[in-house]
């Protein structure tokens, strides 16, 4: 199979636990794309506010919940399977740019994890 971005360079993919969806961002990072892998297209794309770059992204467990992670060290929620895809943001304890996010989800409540530059990571939820 083979999906095309044409968009530009692919920055980050990541798989949904719902199945036939991924998700990925390309340059220039604005967007997150739901791509369903079954039918070759984008279902629906996730737009960073501001024109900021996301840096990374993660999915909860049920595939209900993006979380995008930004270097100004915010993150944004987007519930992606609902029609209105309206964003929630969140601001990180990090100083320095956030730089990666990782995920734990058991089905009854989230963990977050950030790390930053400096070598900082904060752990939340």
């Not at 980050?12 to 739901?34: A, D, K, Q, T, W």
């Not at 399977?81 to 009854?108: F, Y």
Request: proline residues 3%.
């Amino acid at each position: 199979m083979i999906l095309d971005d044409s968009v530009g360079a692919v920055k980050r993919l990541c798989y949904s636990p719902l199945e036939c969806h991924m998700m990925s961002i390309s340059g220039p990072g604005n967007f997150v794309r739901v791509w369903n892998t079954t039918s070759y297209v984008v279902e629906k794309v996730l737009e960073a506010d501001n024109g900021r770059e996301i840096q990374n992204i993660a999915i909860t467990q049920d595939g209900m919940v993006v979380i995008g992670l930004f270097e100004d060290n915010k993150i944004t929620l987007w519930a992606t399977m609902t029609d209105n895809c309206v964003p929630k943001r969140r601001t990180t304890p990090h100083i320095k740019g956030v730089t990666t996010i990782a995920l734990h989800d058991d089905s009854n409540e989230w963990c977050i994890a950030t790390a930053d530059r400096d070598g900082v990571i904060n752990i939340w939820n």
